[in-house]
């Protein structure tokens, strides 16, 4: 079983297990889990054969948008990753066309009801939550639904601390704890209504949207509506791209900090932005070994402390680095990177191979806003906020829900006046990009404690400074962005090792020994992992070696979840002592010569397997009408509406040297994921054994 049962964040509760069966196979699983976490917790990754050249199929957006992990459940055709698995549950792989059942239904008809809200917010993420705490201080009639059995939207998948600012966003915090927070603060507002496992199918022309909720279908008339539908993850096109194995970090985050399931034993990771280096370290503290991680700009785009993490830890990060092929049988076996050029482009000869069973891809996001745009062209009273709007930090998202709550009351006419202007700076300082990058400060005073702040990058973050006794930590500037600087006395109580989201702040104390420092560092890997009496490597701020030492003392602060190690140094390392290194850097295998003008063999369109050659075809043959393109080739007709590919295909038309204003978009479906028919008047099917088939689990 590949269960996580020991975890340095999470709580691991007792659950009942339950017996279900693949392929006769007698299995078990968590009572109300998902059947995908349910199987890759048995270490079965393949979930179906596609029908068009039966190549295996597993999860990938691991969020109900997609069907690639679809199983035939009880005889019907389910998305494994939003149907629960149920006692005797008899599951099988999906090849080709799923059939029929075979037992008639007698129908049962039922009324739709129509409901009013003033606000009716879709998404219950950060900025979501933020709006309509907003709107219930007020008493607004607000409903706030979410697909999601709980609130928080990706808040309740990070077990990292948060950066931004203390007063408007909880920095220093984790991210399911700031989901927690952001929750139970809706209690105090009997207005605020909340719908959990609530799907929004469509927003409709006359000005209603529907929603199943409780295995019913809704139409709700608001008269106000805010997106807060957050953003789903972009793909590449690469050789091996649809291997089982090969998949996005929100979907990893899903298996391993919600579900907790182990669904790596060897993992790689595309992409240097935040997105990327954060799951990376959620491995790392579920016990999976990162092999490396790679960005194709020269520098990482997250955070640098973020980053520097996995530096320090061993993890190799290579800049200047693209995808060239993923690898394997029936799974993912092996990755090949390689460098690139200027222009980006592959270097031939540069070519490393790792085996590896799963690869991450983190390469951006792209915005949720079919529902603003709908409701836009309906006419209605819409508003939009977070990453649905403009991707940014969760920070953000939360500053952006609460701005546009105050739009939404204006136009009721519930508040006067518009949002105060400074709202506006202090989100946009919320969602700056990391700024300049100072080298490690010099020491300028002679106290025998103090903090050594290795954070020296300008991103806004401020919870050291907030919460030193003694106010001795203090930015630089005047603005959130400043790197932030030591200056008066220490008492040495390691409340800013604990906070701090970087892990950036060390404790050097010379009270003891003047001669052979103390030096404390903060880790959040694994208990048990460094011990007392244990000899340790130890790395600098960018994981440079410094040596090594032994452990004199581990603290476990359980409340905040972070240990701290402390070690003898010599003083002419002290300060430049950052973290403890857990791993080596891993040799690549001998790579054969992989790199070549982009393989048109690379999957674009995943739902209809339609590859990089055939779009390109199509293009060059003067094709700039995306339907007609679809037409022709069926790209964008799969499952998921064409959500994962039609960046992918706009990418290409970009690469093939056509300007983008003369494509013609594709013609967006009407309903937002599938439903069957009889959903819309609320019929239900009671199969030939009297068993009854709720629509809600489709």
Not at 9 to 35: C, M, T
Not at 505 to 514: A, G, H, P, Q, S
Request: glycine content about 10%; charged content about 25%.
């Amino acid at each position: 079983m590949e269960r996580i049962t020991r975890h340095v964040i999470l709580p691991i509760a007792e659950k009942k297990k339950i017996k279900f069966f693949f392929e006769g196979r007698g299995l078990e699983a968590f009572e109300d889990e998902v059947i995908s976490s349910a199987l890759f917790s048995n270490g079965i990754k393949i979930f179906s054969e596609h029908k068009k050249d039966s190549s295996p199929q597993g999860i990938f957006c691991a969020n109900g948008q997609c069907a690639q992990c679809t199983v035939i459940a009880d005889g019907l055709p389910v998305k494994a990753c939003v149907a629960r698995v149920r006692e005797g549950m008899k599951l099988a792989p999906l090849k080709g066309s799923p059939a029929l059942p075979e037992t008639a239904c007698a129908r049962e008809s039922g009324r739709v009801e129509e409901l009013e809200v003033d606000a009716l917010i879709i998404g219950g993420g950060p900025s979501g939550l933020a709006a309509a705490a907003e709107l219930g201080k007020l008493n607004v009639g607000t409903l706030i639904i979410d697909d999601k059995h709980k609130l928080g939207g990706k808040l309740v998948l990070q077990t990292h601390k948060f950066f931004g600012s203390v007063e408007d966003c909880y920095a220093g915090a984790r991210g399911i704890d700031i989901a927690d927070k952001l929750e139970e603060q809706l209690k105090e507002y009997p207005s605020v209504k909340i719908w959990l496992n609530a799907v929004c199918l469509a927003v409709f022309s006359d000005k209603k949207v529907g929603v199943l909720y409780g295995g019913r279908y809704y139409l709700i008339r608001p008269k106000a509506l805010v997106s807060a539908t957050g953003a789903r993850e972009r793909t590449l096109a690469f050789p091996g791209n649809t291997l089982p194995g090969v998949y996005g970090a929100g979907a990893f985050q899903t298996l391993v900090n919600r579900d907790l399931v182990r669904p790596s034993k060897r993992l790689f990771v595309v992409g240097g932005g935040n997105v990327g280096i954060i799951a990376a370290y959620h491995a790392l503290q579920a016990g999976i070994r990162v092999v490396g991680l790679i960005e194709a700009l020269p520098q990482c785009g997250g955070y640098k402390v973020h980053a520097d993490k996995l530096r320090r830890l061993g993890v190799p990060v290579y800049t200047s680095h693209t995808i060239v092929r993923a690898e394997g049988e029936k799974e993912l076996e092996t990755v090949t990177i390689s460098e690139v050029d200027a222009g980006f482009k592959a270097v031939g000869g540069t070519e490393k191979m790792f085996e590896v069973d799963t690869l991450l891809i983190a390469v951006g996001l792209n915005s949720v806003n079919e529902f603003h745009k709908q409701a836009l062209e309906a006419g209605m009273n819409a508003f939009i906020c977070g990453d649905a709007e403009e991707i940014a930090e969760a920070s953000a998202a939360m500053f952006s829900g609460k701005i546009v709550s105050h739009k939404v009351l204006k136009s009721l006419g519930v508040m006067a006046g518009d949002v105060p202007q400074f709202w506006f700076e202090r989100l946009e300082t919320l969602k700056s990009r990391p700024g300049r990058t100072y080298a490690p400060a010099a020491k300028k005073h002679e106290h025998k404690v103090y903090p050594v702040l290795h954070c020296r990058q300008e991103i806004p973050c401020n919870p050291c400074v907030t919460v030193c006794p003694r106010k001795a930590i203090k930015l630089s500037g005047e603005s959130i962005m400043a790197v932030p600087e030591f200056s008066g006395d220490c008492i040495g109580c390691f409340k800013c090792l604990l906070i701090c989201p970087g892990l950036a702040v060390t404790l050097v104390d010379y009270r003891k020994d003047e001669r052979r420092p103390s030096v404390a560092v903060p880790f959040e890997i694994e208990r048990g992992r460094v011990k007392k009496g244990d000899t340790v490597a130890l790395t600098g701020w960018e994981g440079e070696d410094l040596g090594s030492a032994e452990v004199t003392d581990v603290k476990d602060f359980k409340a905040e979840n972070t240990m701290i190690i402390i070690v003898r140094a010599a003083p002419e390392t002290a300060d430049r002592i950052v973290s403890v290194r857990l791993f080596d850097r891993e040799a690549a295998l001998e790579a054969p010569d992989a790199v070549k003008e982009q393989d048109d063999s690379a999957i674009i369109c995943r739902c209809e397997r339609v590859s990089l050659g055939e779009i390109r075809r199509v293009i060059r043959s003067g094709v700039r009408d995306m339907n007609q393109l679809k037409a022709v080739t069926r790209a964008g007709m799969g499952a998921c509406g064409a959500k994962t590919c039609e960046s992918l295909i706009l990418s290409i038309f970009k690469s093939e040297g056509v300007d983008l204003k003369e494509v013609t978009g594709f013609s967006k479906r009407p309903l937002f994921v599938e439903a069957p028919l009889g959903v819309f008047s609320n019929v239900k099917c009671r199969t030939g054994a009297g068993e009854k088939t709720s629509w809600s689990g489709f």
